[in-house]
């Protein structure tokens, strides 16, 4: 399964620097790009379909997704990562036959509400 990328969401992105930019504290990063899901939710918009054909629901996704926290950080936050790299990288956990769990790797969704 090839997922196709979608257009960057350059909007998405700067609400994320802008909450960054008046967050204070530990956890500021994760907080601003995990804020209302947007991120997932956009790519969600234009994967969602093909996922839950392979058995991939919402929950799951963000699941899988939490796992990448940090590449979110370093494309919204950082500018380390550009868009298609991040969507690489998320299409590849998401490819049936990926072994994905969401323990052993810190800064998830996961981890910051629990």
């Not at 994320?16 to 790009?33: A, E, H, L």
């Not at 899901?37 to 918009?45: I, P, Q």
């Amino acid at each position: 399964m090839v997922l196709p990328v979608p257009p960057e969401p350059k909007d998405i992105k700067d609400r994320i620097v802008k909450r960054r930019s008046v967050c204070t504290g530990p956890g500021c990063d994760s907080f601003s790009v995990w804020f209302g899901n947007e991120v997932a939710r956009y790519l969600w918009d234009h994967w969602g379909r093909e996922l839950a054909r392979i058995g991939i629901n919402w929950q799951k996704f963000l699941s899988i997704l939490s796992n990448h926290t940090q590449e979110l950080i370093d494309w919204a936050i950082r500018n380390t990562l550009n868009w298609n790299d991040l969507v690489r990288i998320l299409a590849n956990d998401l490819s049936p036959g990926t072994e994905v769990t969401t323990t052993g790797r810190k800064g998830g969704i996961l981890d910051y509400l629990g």
